[in-house]
């Protein structure tokens, strides 16, 4: 568990390293280390078998992360993220509250609502977000709304893609309101049964993750876009990938739905040259940058 954070980040080839790869050095190492973080909290609960065991490695790595707030820490994982919050301004509870939603999954797998499961949504990513967001720095108090909002609806997104893989876990994160308003049950789910009824609820749980997209661009004025270019790139990957659902009829049980590796550097290229036309040393020097 002493890899380096930048080690951990570059291994994963996932959106999140698409999407961060082009920030600049300083800014990049800070988001290596909340990454790495994210990715080992995330670990614990989704490897091995043994729900006791998962839950007394996950308190220790609480108590372990509290100690490299205080500098105790002998985990450098933990250490560069301790110094990333200190040099970024950090507000520790963020950490805190995505290992809460991450011990979530250990102890709880239905959610009748959808105040329920947007709460798990804002604690296992929109905490992430609020992290980031402290990295890239903002003008505006809004990027908290853009945050918070773009954490749910790319949590949402990864909800709607999994739903086998995690009902295969026994867990069901579509609310129970939800199903029972379309005549889909527990049992349909577990065994993806691909129905009427299944393309009904997913049109509209769909239909719900969008919003979440649209209130995070909504959030985001201008002056704050040239410092939230990789999260853009988020948003662009993950709307991708909403599309990409609803154009295959719904039907996340056929196969696993997703964007090509071509497409996502695409992406990250278009708003990376996006960003350098608009944000160019000579507009700089004239007093443009937002």
């Excluded at 390293?17 to 600049?24: A, T, V």
Aim: proline share 2%; net charge positive; hydrophobic share 35%.
């Amino acid at each position: 568990m002493n890899e380096t954070a930048a080690k951990v980040t570059r291994q994963s080839k996932t959106s999140f390293y698409y999407s961060f790869s082009l920030l600049p050095k300083q800014q990049r190492e800070a988001i290596h280390a909340v990454y790495a973080f994210c990715r080992y909290t995330d670990d614990i609960v989704d490897e091995g078998e043994n729900e006791g065991v998962k839950l007394i490695l996950l308190r220790k790595w609480r108590r372990e992360l509290g100690r490299a707030l205080r500098g105790e820490s002998s985990f450098q994982i933990l250490n560069q993220l301790a110094t990333t919050a200190r040099r970024f301004h950090i507000p520790f509870n963020h950490f805190y509250d995505l290992i809460r939603g991450v011990e979530l999954d250990l102890s709880k797998r239905r959610y009748e609502t959808f105040d329920e499961l947007r709460e798990y949504c804002a604690l296992v990513a929109s905490s992430v977000g609020l992290m980031c967001r402290q990295i890239f720095g903002y003008r505006n108090e809004s990027t908290k709304d853009y945050a918070i909002n773009l954490g749910i609806a790319l949590q949402l997104t990864n909800i709607l893609r999994d739903l086998q893989d995690d009902a295969k876990r026994g867990r069901i994160y579509l609310p129970l309101e939800d199903l029972q308003q379309f005549g889909y049950t527990e049992d349909d789910l577990l065994n993806s049964r691909y129905t009427p009824e299944f393309v009904n609820l997913m049109r509209f749980e769909c239909n719900r993750a969008r919003e979440y997209f649209d209130l995070a661009r909504d959030a985001l004025k201008d002056e704050d876009k040239y410092y939230f270019f990789a999260a853009r790139v988020m948003w662009s990957i993950y709307a991708h990938i909403l599309r990409r659902i609803e154009d295959s009829h719904y039907n996340v049980f056929e196969r696993r739905i997703s964007i090509s590796k071509f497409l996502k550097l695409l992406i990250t290229f278009r708003y990376w040259l996006s960003h350098r036309l608009k944000y160019s040393p000579r507009l700089l020097l004239q007093g443009q940058h937002p």
